[in-house]
């Protein structure tokens, strides 16, 4: 079985390699070579970045759950988090809570649970019942004693404020985030990589007809030549509000909604 180094040099290569077959459909459909396609690199470009925001506009797929960690600093409120990152659901200390300092309790439940359960506790009644009251306990004592922090997102800001005097440097909180997939990862799924593919396809086309449009006609020695700008932009438009109801039947593999009570 053949096998294949999977650094990360390697899978930049693999991205660079999606986006250059990608502008080689656009001027294979656009005919170049047949015909002169009067785009630049730039315009290829364009295309497949318009492909990319309207995806993350319109497709649930496009942001995936996911965690990090945020170092706190001593009397600052508000972080300017990464663009990337759509949604701070939640904000997760790894104590009970302090108001002095980073000495809170520390307690990592699945470490206990396997300690109590298999090692101190093991072959006597008790031990999942002493993980529990504890775990209670934990969640009892965040709750009285500032161990869930308050907190805003703004989401065209990216700004993270803390609902909280932060008296200390150096605690770690973790945050719970939906954040937007990185292109790489768009463009090596299945079924994502062929609608972007066809928009950006789309999207050059009327750009091209943008173009053509302006100078119908070119006077020649026969009577010269018609050009048919207006035709690729209707052609064009056609397809991208198809694209975009493809999104609304999620053909790309999103996941459709579910019954919502109440």
Same mark, same amino acid.
């Given at each position: ?49 318009? %492909? ?95 161990? $869930? ?40 799924? $299945? ?44 052609? %064009? ?16 593999? %999103? ?8």
């Amino acid at each position: 079985m053949a096998t294949t180094n999977l650094n990360p040099a390697n899978y930049l290569e693999a991205e660079s390699s999606l986006k250059t077959d990608i502008f080689d459909y656009i001027r294979l459909r656009l005919a170049d070579g047949i015909v002169d396609v009067e785009l630049d690199k730039e315009h290829y470009e364009l295309a497949l970045k318009q %492909a990319f925001i309207k995806y993350r506009q319109k497709a649930q797929n496009s942001v995936e759950e996911s965690y990090c960690f945020l170092d706190l600093v001593k009397e600052t409120q508000d972080y300017i988090l990464p663009r990337e990152i759509t949604e701070v659901r939640q904000v997760f200390r790894r104590g009970i809570g302090s108001v002095t300092g980073t000495t809170a309790s520390q307690f990592e439940p699945f470490a206990s649970g396997y300690l109590n359960t298999y090692m101190l506790q093991s072959g006597r009644v008790g031990g999942l019942t002493n993980y529990e009251l504890f775990s209670s306990y934990q969640k009892l004592a965040m709750t009285m004693f500032g161990g $869930h922090i308050q907190y805003s997102f703004d989401r065209s800001t990216k700004k993270l404020t803390i609902v909280r005097k932060i008296p200390e440097s150096g605690e770690s909180v973790l945050l719970w985030i939906y954040c937007y997939k990185p292109d790489n990862v768009l463009l090596n799924d $299945h079924m994502i990589y062929p609608w972007i593919q066809e928009y950006a396809y789309s999207f050059a086309k009327f750009t091209l007809g943008e173009a053509r449009e302006k100078f119908s006609a070119i006077a020649g020695p026969q009577g010269g030549t018609t050009l048919n700008g207006a035709s690729l932009k209707a052609e %064009a438009k056609e397809e991208l509000i198809k694209l975009e109801t493809d999104l609304k039947e999620y053909v790309t593999g %999103a996941q459709p909604l579910t019954w919502i009570q109440g």
